[in-house]
C-alpha cells in the first residue's frame, strides 16, 4: 500500500513558451527560494506554503497585458488551494493543514 505523506509544498505546471517563462520569472523575482524547473515542453513551479501570481509583475516581465484567463489557459495543473481574486492567483497548502486537524 502507497502511503500518503503530508506536505506543505504547493505548485503547478506551465505549458511551456514566452508566457511560462515570464510567469516563471516572475514568480522567481518574488520568490527566490521557489523551484522552478524547465523541461522540453512544460515548467514546474513549487514552494513551500503559498505562492501568489500578481497578473501585473507578468505583464511587466511580458512587456504586454496578460490576465488571469491567459494564466488559467497556459497552467496545465495544480497542487494546493487555489484563490482566484481580481488580477491575482494564490496557491496555499493552509487548508489542507486545517482539514486534517478538523477545523473548518
Known amino acids: 500500500m502507497t502511503e500518503i505523506a503530508e506536505t506543505d509544498v504547493v505548485g503547478f ?7 511560462a517563462q515570464a510567469i516563471a520569472d ?4 518574488r520568490y527566490p527560494d521557489a523551484r522552478i524547473e524547465i523541461f522540453p515542453a512544460y515548467f514546474s513551479v513549487e514552494r513551500a506554503g503559498r505562492i ?13 497585458p496578460y490576465g488571469v484567463s491567459e494564466f488559467m489557459v497556459t497552467m496545465s495543473s495544480y497542487h494546493g488551494r487555489i484563490d482566484v481574486t481580481g488580477d491575482r492567483v494564490t496557491l ?4 489542507a493543514r486545517r482539514d486534517q486537524e478538523g477545523e473548518r
Open 13 to 19: 505546471k506551465l505549458a511551456g513558451g514566452e508566457d
Open 26 to 29: 516572475a514568480v522567481r523575482m
Open 52 to 64: 501568489d501570481i500578481d497578473m501585473r509583475e507578468v505583464s511587466e516581465t511580458l512587456g504586454r
Open 92 to 95: 496555499s497548502a493552509e487548508i
